[in-house]
């Protein structure tokens, strides 16, 4: 019962929506004005961060740019904005860089606006103040997304298989250690490590070393 009187007294949220999509917006805004758990607080195209200082909402819709991603130099202008604001990333890219980027920004959620629908958009802003998520595909049912708190990453393919030494590469990576000292321990040239590397970046569809040490972990590839 307690439970249930905490999640009252957090309702209604306060959003405000930043969607420059006008179909979305249009679509987001009917969504958030019929359900009671809802208030929208606000609206913007321009100036997010000062907007969402003076509103300090509790859920930030964000739609990504004219390139279908959410820049994540604003997710962390809004955060410095309303740092109790939960950021909602609305995006088109499937690309998994472009999804760690904004998660690491301090993004709460990453929804695919091909996939977003009435009812899963509605649990989602519900939970967001709980965990991280990443939705690619429709048919996630919400209730098993929201009880899990999975950080589903790579839901349109499994995890790739990696080899002992990619593997071993992959956790001296995480580590922090340089081209050269893996090399030194694994007993392998400093190029066959960026060889590697550089690999391992083409198959888990990364551009940087963070965003690769994060991924994995995310994946449980990496030791304890």
Do not use: K, W
């Not at 695919?112 to 009435?118: H, P």
């Not at 950080?151 to 393919?157: K, W, Y």
């Amino acid at each position: 019962m307690a439970a249930v009187t905490q999640e009252a007294e957090r309702l209604p949220l306060r959003v405000l929506l930043a969607e420059p999509n006008g179909m979305m917006r249009t679509a987001l805004r009917s969504l958030l004005v019929g359900d009671s758990r809802f208030t929208l607080t606000g609206e913007a195209l321009a100036a997010v961060p000062a907007l969402a200082h003076r509103l300090r909402p509790d859920l930030i819709v964000l739609g990504a740019g004219p390139n279908g991603r959410v820049d994540p130099q604003l997710v962390v202008e809004l955060r410095t904005a309303a740092p109790t604001g939960g950021i909602v990333a609305l995006a088109d890219s499937t690309d998994v860089g472009a999804f760690l980027d904004v998660m690491i920004a301090g993004a709460r959620a990453y929804l695919l606006r091909s996939s977003l629908t009435e009812v899963l958009a509605r649990e989602v802003l519900v939970a967001v103040g709980r965990f991280p998520i990443y939705v690619t595909d429709a048919h996630v049912a919400p209730t098993s997304v929201n009880r899990s708190g999975a950080l589903l990453l790579m839901e349109r393919e499994p995890a790739p298989r990696l080899s002992q030494r990619e593997l071993e590469i992959l956790q001296q990576l995480a580590a922090g250690l340089t081209d050269e000292e893996i090399g030194a321990r694994l007993r392998i040239s400093r190029s066959t490590v960026r060889d590697y590397v550089h690999a391992l970046y083409t198959r888990f569809g990364v551009q940087t070393r963070f965003q690769l040490g994060r991924l994995a972990a995310q994946l449980g590839l990496l030791l304890d």
